[in-house]
């Protein structure tokens, strides 16, 4: 069975600093990967797409950036947190090839102060 | 402008009512239509999904109506129960778009009183 797992589950983080949040899959080679932002009571967005190791397409940057250093793994990172930042990430998995649903993981909760 | 639209943003119904959420959509080229539950501090689940060439979905109390022609369709919940309050998600993909991209709607929160 095909895990994903996000950490941290949650961050508070000031304004202008760093942040790193990552995404595991389990059990799945290849997959496709995603990551997306929601706002509070708001629709999801997505942010980067990933269909293989090293390669990452942005769909919408929001001053952040993505890598995907593993098969199985993907980072969204950014070097200077805005407090538009604030949200909840989800990242999210398909089948390489011919797959049609999204699995999304648990997401981390970001509060930028 | 919004290429999916969910026609309402909350919906209250009674327990046992049939809860009726409403999407509509702008790009004639989506052929796949999923539908997520998603309850508050957790990631959208896949409720049910459709494909552009049926007119109709069902997965037990889940059911989907599709018109392609007027590029809209609805999500049924029949009897409804407390368990089904969440955010509801319409979302559309166009096969074979740069990295199977989902577009989805703002969502509709149901509240099912007891």
Do not use: M
């Amino acid at each position: 069975a095909q895990t994903i797992h996000q950490w941290p589950v949650a961050e508070i983080k000031a304004v202008g600093s760093p942040l790193s949040l990552g995404c595991t899959i389990k059990g799945k080679s290849s997959p496709n990967l995603y990551w997306y932002w929601q706002a509070t009571g708001g629709t999801l967005q997505q942010l980067f797409y990933s269909i293989t190791v090293g390669q990452v397409e942005s769909v919408v940057q929001l001053n952040l950036s993505a890598s995907r250093p593993k098969d199985d793994q993907f980072i969204l990172s950014t070097e200077k947190l805005l407090l538009s930042h604030s949200g909840f990430y989800l990242c999210a998995w398909i089948e390489g090839l011919g797959g049609d649903t999204q699995y999304f993981g648990p997401g981390t909760r970001l509060l930028v102060l | 402008q919004q290429q999916v639209r969910q026609s309402s943003q909350s919906l209250t119904v009674w327990e046992g009512e049939t809860a009726i959420l409403n999407c509509s959509y702008e790009n004639s080229a989506f052929d796949y239509f999923p539908w997520y539950q998603q309850f508050p501090g957790e990631g959208p689940a896949l409720l049910i999904a459709i494909r552009s060439v049926s007119d109709k979905k069902e997965d037990g109390r889940f059911t989907i109506f599709f018109n392609k022609r007027e590029k809209n369709l609805s999500l049924h919940i029949k009897d409804s129960q407390p368990g089904d309050s969440a955010t509801y998600f319409c979302a559309a993909r166009e096969t074979n778009s740069a990295g199977n991209k989902l577009t989805f709607g703002i969502g509709t929160r149901v509240l099912v009183r007891p």
